[in-house]
Structure formats: C-alpha cells, structure tokens
C-alpha cells in the first residue's frame, strides 16, 4: 500500500520537492549577504553606542523580499490542504477507483491509515523544511525587529502544525464532498477561519500573560484619540476603554504586547470625567501629542500637558499586558501539539467514517 | 458453512436513506459454477454484488461468503475478486502500472498469469489506462481480479458498455478462468444472451427476491409451453406466465414432470422465454 500510495503521490511531491528548491537557492543566495550586513551593522553600531535606530533601520531591509518568504509560509498549509489532501480521498471517489483498490487485499483501514501517513508526513516534512529555510533566512532580520511574534506563524515549529491540520480539513473535506473542486474551496475557506481563530483567539489565551506596571512619563505620554490598530483591537478584544491618554509603547524587545491601559491602583481605568478635571480644556482641545518628532505643537501647550500628565500620573500609572519574549518557544510547542492534535483526531474521525463504509 | 455455497444471504436488507435497495434477500450460489444473476434494473443485483464483496455492509440480515463475512481480513479479501459495473482502472496509470499495483495489494497475485492475459488482450503496458477503450479497460480490471487469484470471482454487469466484440471476448475470458482456474463466478447481466453464452446456473431476482433459481439444463428442462383450449387448466403444474384468446391459451409452465395432458401441445422454451417469464415483462411480443 506504501508502494502504490507513493506511485500515485509521485508527481506531487515532485513538484513540491521543484518549488521547495527555488526557495532554497533564493535564500541560499542572499540569505549570506544578508547576515554579513546585519554584523557589519551590529559592529559598527556597537561601536558608535548606540544600536536602536541602526537595528530599526536595519529591520527594513529587503523587505519585499522578506514579506514573500512569510507570505508563503503561511499560504504552503493551505496549498497542501487545497492540493494533497482534498484530492486524496475525493479523487478516488471521482475515478471510481474505490471499488477497485478496497476489494484488493488490503483493509480500507490500512489502505487510509497509509495514506494519511505517508502524504501528511510529507505535507509536514515540506512546511517544516520551508520554514526552517526561511527562518534561517530571516534570522538577522528577526533579531533586529526584536518582534518575535509578529511572525510568529512564519517561523520556526508553528507551520508544521497548520501543514498537518490543514491536510486533514481537506482530506475530511474531500471525503464528505466527494468532489475534489468544491472539496478545494472548503478546504481554503475552513483553514483560513481554523488559522486565524488560533491567531487571534487561541493563542493569546495559551498561556496568561504577564503585567508591568510603570509611572506615566510626562514626557513620552501622547493625548490620542485611540484609532490606531492597537487601540481598537484593544477596545474591540479585550474590552478595555481607550483612555484618551496613550502611553508610548514600552520599551519590551520581543514582546506581544496585548494592550497598554492607564489604570488607578484599583484597576479602574482612566475615565474622560476624570482627565476633564484633571486637565480642563484638554479633552476637548487639541492638545497634540507630546512625543518628539510628531506633530509640532507650541512650547505652551506642552508645559500644559506635561502638568497635566504629572497630576494624573499622581494616582494612575500605566499597565502593560504582554507575553515576554522568552515564552515564544513555549507558545510555539504549545501551538504545534494543539494543531498536532487537532489534525489527529480529524484523522481518527476520517478512519472510523471509511471504516463505516460511508463513501463506497 | 459448507464448501458447496460461496454465497449464503440470509434476510439481507441495505437501505440508502429512506429507499431500500435490497430487502430481505434470501439465496445460496453454489461452489463450482458461473451464475448468472438475472433481473429487472432495481432488482437489487448490484447492491446485492456489493454487499457480497463487502463495499457495503448490510442494514439488515447477513451476508456469508465463502463461510465468513466479506472483507473482515486481508485474508479473506484476497479470496474474492470484484469487477464494479463501471469496470474502473486508474486513468493516469499505465497497464503496467496495475499490474505492479496488484502485486503490491495482493499476497496471492499471479504475475505470470497477469502478465499473460494482458498480452493475450494485445494491451500495451505502456499505455495510460485512461486511453484504454471500454473493452481494452474491461480486460484490464478483469485481469486485476483474475490475477489475484481468488476462490470467487464477482462481476458486476461487467459486458454492459462494451461493444459486441469486446462483450464475447470478455465473456470468453470469463469461461476460461473458470474452467482453468476452477473459480467459481456470480455474473450480473439484464441480457439473457451473455448470460446463455458462459453461465451454467442462473438467479433470476425480482424486487429482492429469488424468483427461480437453478441450472440452465434443469430450468429448460422443467418449462414449457403449452397451446390448448382457453382456459383450460392442469393439476401439478405451476403456470408462469399465461396468455388467453376467445379460443386458446398459451401457458408457460413449470413442472417436474412431463405433460402428458393430451389437451396441451408442448413446446419446448427457451432461456430467455424462462427467464422474461419468470421476469413478469408483460408487454413482450
């Protein structure tokens, strides 16, 4: 059965194996330059004392480059759930071929437990690899970004977990289908809801997240009106308010800051009442933001708002909600085994329902 | 149970939805012989076949073939081969491909014997199976099942696409493997005359049901036709078939013994008459 699930996976992996090489020249022929550049600018930066801007600036380089390379890690999944595991069950329901390969003498169950085997190994086998080259690829791009887990999907352990869980949706897809097209779009359609579930409501909840509390600082505290992604993600998800002072993101490297609140020791956040009576005039009025480089606003006004922010700061202070950096390989095995998981029950369930004789 | 019945149905049911395709569905094929099941389409022959080599498993009753339940084992799966109705082959393999397939599927496989028949068809191993005709493709899955040397052999309308040509070649194909092989075979089929041409046995199955089965010589020699007097009638035969002018009658009949009513002229019938008769077609000429 391994012989002739190979015999007819051939040309598949074969093309995959072409795509899989394409992308380990185009690393293997810039990854080097890149990784010279980022310790010329590492030494030099060191050497001038001061390294923050240079890595920022850093951070952009080849940046189409590195957007592809993420992009297609987190679209393999669901191309191999779209083009191997859809087909794998619906294509023999299609030809016919079913009655064929269940009366020679091999069990339906060994005939899907092979299947499932040798082609979701090779699913994970080309995710893994693809991320491997590309997190190996971005790595000096990584480091200066200092944003662990803003690619934390492209990277490393995750896209294996995605490869074997989206492999089986098509594969179940595909089986309750029976036709390979439509089974397809059901296939994309399911990932992309499962991929971004796990993204936005999976994740942030794997493990709790860490506190930091920290004094307003008159000088880096922005009056915003909160439209910012963050701010409405904030108010969205997470059910804070957005106060009408924003606090300048603190300075965590590679940390996944999931909100930044200005709160009183109890916990209560920032009302408008209060910075109303706090500062008159300001929440109504334009009072721009404090932060160097922003918009200029006059010498008077920002006297103004930083009296004002040291008289808040006197009973609020700013509470940062984040997963540290050094969780990042624990959420990435964490998310692995989850998907892991998932993928193996769907299996199970695709075995009992063949076993069942439901698709002959 | 026993070595003389490859396949024992008791009260066999299989329901799809809310349609049952075969119900109650009681008959033993002997060992040792090419059986022709016969019947109208919806009989159940097909769901019948299926549940036979094990695509299906019944709702109701149980199936036994060749003394245990079908494809529960590797074993056992080995010991039946199946031709489905569309006679499927992988389009984008090649001949040679599945024969490689079926050494690969099968422990019992037979290459010599495989490799043989697709020689004598005058099939191309190269070729994809996909560009086979229907017959050349009908010789592939037959050599599939063949070379895997089961004890039985389950074809279902295997002939029902192919051209006249094809349809003897494959037919005889059939004849040889039973006569060489000593496989026993269930051959579905609406056509009597491919049916004449290779079996000895015949199961005629109306709406589930077993409505005559037996040899061919016996089944001719037991029918007849009889013209007389309208309405005239006879003690100890079972009339099948009957049809009534003002003046005559002309019955079909089945009796163990001879008619020697002088009223009846006798005429001897032939398989499709028994068969179409027992089929219940009333408006065949």
New interface residues.
């Given amino acids: 059965?391994i012989?002739?699930t190979w015999?007819?996976f051939r040309t598949p992996a074969a093309v995959a194996c072409g795509a899989l090489l394409v992308v380990v020249l185009l690393a293997a022929l810039t990854g080097p330059g890149l990784a010279h550049a980022y310790s010329t600018t590492t030494t030099a930066c060191r050497q001038a004392g001061d390294c923050t801007s240079a890595m920022a600036d850093f951070s952009h380089t080849d940046g189409v480059l590195r957007t592809a390379l993420g992009t297609l890690v987190t679209i393999v999944p669901a191309l191999l759930g779209m083009f191997w595991g859809a087909p794998l069950i619906a294509r023999e329901i299609e030809?016919?071929?079913?009655?064929?390969?269940?009366?020679?003498?091999?069990?339906?169950t060994r005939w899907l437990a092979v299947k499932l085997a040798v082609v979701g190994l090779a699913g994970i086998l080309v995710a893994g690899l693809l991320s491997l080259v590309v997190t190996w690829w971005a790595h000096p791009l990584d480091q200066a970004a200092a944003a662990a887990y803003d690619t934390f999907g492209e990277r490393d352990l995750a896209p294996m977990g995605y490869a074997a869980l989206a492999f089986v949706i098509g594969v179940t897809a595909g089986m309750l289908i029976r036709r390979t097209v439509p089974a397809m779009a059901l296939t994309l359609f399911t990932f992309v809801v499962v991929r971004v579930g796990i993204a936005y409501g999976i994740r942030p909840r794997l493990i709790s997240p860490a506190h930091r509390t920290l004094a307003l600082d008159p000088a880096s505290t922005g009056f915003g009106s909160s439209i910012s992604p963050d701010g409405m993600f904030n108010a969205l998800f997470n059910g804070g308010p957005s106060s009408a002072l924003e606090p300048a993101t603190p300075n965590l490297p590679n940390a996944w800051i999931y909100s930044t609140r200005v709160v009183d020791d109890a916990g209560h956040d920032l009302t408008d009442k209060v910075l109303d009576a706090d500062c008159p005039g300001m929440a109504s009025g334009g009072g721009g933001p404090a932060v160097p480089g922003h918009v200029p606003v006059s010498q008077s006004a920002q006297q103004q708002m930083q009296a004002c922010i040291s008289k808040v700061g006197a009973t609020y202070h700013e509470l940062v909600t984040y997963q540290p950096g050094n969780r990042y390989w624990a959420l990435q095995w964490q998310e692995l085994a989850l998907c892991g998981t998932a993928a193996l029950l769907l299996a199970a369930f695709c075995v009992w329902w063949v076993r069942?004789?439901r698709i002959? | 149970m026993t070595h003389d019945t490859v396949l024992v149905a008791r009260g066999l049911g299989r329901r799809f939805g809310r349609r049952w395709a075969l119900s109650d569905c009681t008959l033993a094929v002997p060992a040792g012989r090419v059986v022709g099941l016969v019947g109208p389409n919806g009989a159940g022959k097909t769901t019948l076949m299926?549940l036979t080599?094990?695509?299906?498993?019944p709702t109701s009753g149980t199936v036994e073939v060749l003394g245990h339940p079908p494809?529960q084992?590797?074993?056992q799966?080995?010991r039946?081969?199946?031709v489905?109705q569309?006679t499927?082959?992988?389009?984008n393999?090649t001949v040679a491909?599945h024969l490689?397939?079926?050494g690969?599927?099968?422990?019992?496989w037979d290459s010599d014997l495989a490799e043989r028949r697709i020689q004598q068809s005058g099939l191309d191993p190269r070729q994809r199976a996909g560009r086979l005709s229907g017959g050349q493709r009908a010789q592939l899955?037959l050599t599939?099942?063949v070379a895997?040397r089961p004890e039985l052999l389950v074809l279902d309308e295997p002939v029902a696409s192919l051209d006249p040509l094809a349809r003897r070649e494959f037919l005889q194909g059939i004849s040889e493997v039973a006569t060489e092989h000593g496989v026993s075979v269930i051959l579905s089929s609406h056509l009597v005359s491919d049916l004449e041409r290779v079996c000895d046995f015949v199961i005629v199955l109306v709406a589930s049901r077993v409505r005559v089965a037996g040899t061919i010589e016996d089944l001719l020699a037991t029918h007849h036709r009889l013209t007389g007097p309208a309405h005239h009638t006879t003690a100890g035969v079972e009339v099948v078939e009957a049809h009534h002018t003002d003046l005559h009658s002309t019955l079909l009949v089945r009796s163990e013994e001879p008619i020697d009513d002088p009223a009846w002229t006798v005429e001897p019938v032939s398989l499709e008459d028994v068969v179409l008769a027992h089929m219940g077609t009333e408006d065949r000429s």
Wanted: aromatic share 8%; hydrophobic share 45%.
């Fill in positions: 059965m012989r002739l015999r007819q030809g016919g071929t079913i009655p064929l390969v269940w009366t020679q003498s091999v069990t339906r069942r004789r002959a | 299926r080599v094990g695509l299906l498993t494809a084992n590797p074993a799966l080995g039946v081969g199946f489905a569309e499927p082959t992988y389009a393999l491909d490689r397939l079926g690969w599927l099968n422990a019992r899955a599939l099942a895997k």
